[in-house]
């Protein structure tokens, strides 16, 4: 079965550092979700792509978090510069289209320290 | 704001038990229920989903009850097993803005006894 491929798994970071992590959805999959999940809580949108247009950052601290879909395939998530209280899983899904299932990655663990 | 209310926060039940998650909602233009089951270290996976139409549906062991005046749904696992224990997440989702984007709850940390 096809699966959200993120890298890295784990990041371990010091505060005002830059941090990247990268998303590599399911073939032919056109939208694509970033989420936030602090440890003990549900994962919170901070971006979604349709394609390799932002359709939704509402939730996205643009000051210090930036992302980018540049050929409507892979994503990156940048955060720079890092702050304590940036350390959570950041989780990558996709979704064929529409209202079709959404898979979600296995996430990266970002520890700021 | 907090749109989806999940309750409890942990759950402990023995193994060939029942076992229930609660979730509330306030928005009325949320269209789409979902359940996730996600194990430590891994990304949160589908489990049953609903929409508003129905008020019930099954799937296996899982099911969901909704009710659409209270403004809440429910999953109930039967005859839960050790391997049912992970972290359980209620979502929903809106059509009108034409995102989809998932809220979810705050997650219920289920543990099967064995």
């Known amino acids: 079965e096809a699966e959200v491929a993120q890298s890295p798994r784990y990041k371990i970071t010091e505060k005002s550092q830059a941090v990247a992590f990268w998303c590599d959805p399911i073939s032919g999959h056109a939208t694509l979700y970033w989420y936030r999940q602090i440890l003990g809580q549900g994962p919170e949108l901070l971006v979604q792509?349709?394609?390799?247009?932002?359709?939704?950052d509402s939730q996205l601290p643009k000051d210090r978090f930036s992302a980018e879909r540049l050929k409507g395939v892979d994503s990156t998530l940048k955060i720079q510069p890092a702050e304590l209280g940036d350390s959570a899983m950041y989780l990558c899904?996709?979704?064929?289209?529409?209202?079709?299932?959404?898979?979600f990655g296995n996430g990266t663990r970002l520890t700021v320290t | 704001q907090q749109q989806v209310k999940q309750s409890p926060q942990s759950l402990i039940v023995q193994k060939g038990g029942i076992s229930i998650i609660n979730c509330a909602y306030e928005?009325?233009?949320?269209?789409?229920f979902p359940w996730y089951q996600q194990f430590p270290g891994k990304g949160p996976a589908l489990l049953i989903a609903?929409?508003?139409?129905?008020s019930e549906k099954k799937e296996g062991r899982f099911t969901i009850s909704f009710n659409k005046s209270a403004k809440q749904f429910s999953l109930h696992i039967m005859d839960s097993q050790p391997g049912d224990s992970a972290t359980y997440f209620c979502a929903a989702a809106r059509a009108d803005t034409g995102r989809r984007a998932l809220t979810f709850g705050s997650g219920t940390r289920l543990q099967v006894q064995p």
């Open positions: 609903i929409r508003p139409d129905v």
């Open positions: 928005n009325t233009a949320f269209d789409y």
């Open positions: 899904a996709t979704r064929e289209q529409g209202t079709s299932p959404l898979h």
């Open positions: 792509f349709q394609d390799e247009s932002v359709v939704d």
